[in-house]
């Protein structure tokens, strides 16, 4: 015995548990396969046979240790037989599309809780941020010159902001390659077109999404395709608007601050996202002078958004948020977008950190407000704020 089947013996006579992973396969994958972690599994049995060349091959019997997490290869496997190909099969289906059109893949509906199912209501689908009244953006900065795609990072002027390289890699139309402070995308006044890989987060949903009813957190979003770790799943819209426009007594479950400068310094109890970041020159001046006064604009989705407005948090969540520049160079204003933390298998719930400081909501009479939390992660805080 040698190598692999050498390491499986020794496990066994040592009482060394292993690790299984498996391989399933997978069209969506530039690899063609999805890899799976089963978890730690025991060496019990070894025998040798003639395989099918006429080499004796060694076999091994593993069985699983008790007491571990549930197989995510049951879920490949029960993802693989429940993902619709059509209209006609989705199961629980209350709306067609949420994005009535607006977005180039329909994302579905679906309530397999409520009896009778209803549908999501009460909001208009926007693919992009609307200002509120008294509200405008700065002015698009001076763009790169480059043509048709940018490439080479020497030149592009966009790419020298990010640090002198692209933050996006080409692979599956455009994967960040690690999440930064933020990210200068190319814009209105660059020479290049739309199909730049710097313009990545602006390209709108490219993943078959389902907005799909929950047993008790309402409405949560989960994709049909296997989205790789690094991908742009959508930008979160609504009504732009400054934070004290918002009413704290109207319980609007659907603000998010954008608090990009304060979490590059950690300020407001907030943990910064990121190490240390190096910034632009004119801005470190704004993150400094930033004092803990809290975000000064946020995006409004509760009568206007995406389909970012439904997803939830999660203590242990798969996706991240990462502040974008792209029509302007206003850190206050930066667009707000999900990606994929890690590669995330189909049907599994996308969810972010809402990153709430707990005790830090507070009613209009000054006390604090709680709410629960059902993420269901192993390391759950239990409550949102
Ligand atoms: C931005 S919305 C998300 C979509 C929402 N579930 C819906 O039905 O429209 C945020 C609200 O969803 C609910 N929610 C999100 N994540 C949750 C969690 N982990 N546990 C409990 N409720 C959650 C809370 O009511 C929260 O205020």
């Not at 992973?21 to 019990?44: A, I, M, P, Q």
């Not at 660059?190 to 390209?203: D, E, F, L, M």
């Not at 948020?321 to 890690?342: E, K, Y």
Request: glycine letters at 10%; proline letters at 6%; aromatic letters at 8%.
């Amino acid at each position: 015995m040698e190598r692999g089947n050498l390491g499986l013996k020794n496990c066994m006579e040592h009482s060394v548990p292993v690790r299984v992973t498996r391989g399933h396969r997978c069209e969506n994958s530039y690899v063609g396969k999805v890899y799976t972690y089963d978890g730690l599994y025991k060496v019990v049995n070894y025998w040798a046979e003639k395989g099918i060349s006429g080499f004796t091959v060694f076999k091994f019997r593993l069985k699983r240790i008790e007491g571990q997490p549930m197989l995510t290869t049951n879920q490949v496997h029960f993802t693989r037989g429940c993902i619709p190909n059509s209209v006609s099969e989705i199961r629980g289906l209350v709306c067609e599309d949420i994005s009535g059109g607006l977005e180039d893949i329909p994302i579905p509906a679906t309530n397999l809780v409520d009896d009778p199912p209803v549908a999501p209501t009460g909001f208009t689908y926007s693919r992009d941020i609307i200002c509120a009244k008294g509200i405008k953006l700065p002015s698009a900065p001076t763009g790169c010159n480059c043509r048709g795609s940018c490439l080479d990072p020497r030149v592009c002027s966009c790419a020298k902001l990010n640090g002198s390289d692209f933050p996006y890699v080409h692979k599956d139309g455009g994967r960040l390659i690690e999440p930064k402070a933020v990210v200068f995308e190319c814009g209105p006044n660059c020479g290049c077109g739309p199909a730049c890989v710097n313009r990545t987060s602006q390209k709108g949903v490219r993943y078959r999404l389902e907005v799909f009813r929950t047993p008790n957190k309402g409405w949560g979003v989960r994709s049909w395709d296997y989205i790789p770790s690094g991908a742009t799943i959508c930008e979160y819209t609504g009504l732009l608007k400054k934070t004290d426009q918002i009413d704290p007594a109207a319980d609007n479950n659907y603000v998010f601050d954008i608090d990009c400068l304060q979490t590059m310094k950690g300020l407001d109890g907030r943990e910064r996202r990121l190490g240390e970041v190096s910034l632009p020159g004119y801005w470190q001046k704004d993150v400094e002078k930033t004092s803990d006064g809290g975000p000064e604009y946020c995006i409004d989705a509760v009568s206007i958004g995406n389909v970012a407005r439904f997803i939830n948090h999660s203590c242990q969540p798969n996706l991240f948020v990462q502040c974008v520049l792209s029509t302007h160079h206003d850190i206050g204003l930066a667009r707000v977008v999900l990606m994929a933390a890690d590669n995330i298998p189909p049907l599994q719930e996308l969810t972010y950190d809402y990153g709430y400081v707990l005790d830090s909501v507070m009613d209009r009479d000054g006390k604090v407000k709680q709410m629960a939390c059902y993420c269901g992660a192993t390391d759950c805080r239990k409550r949102l704020f």
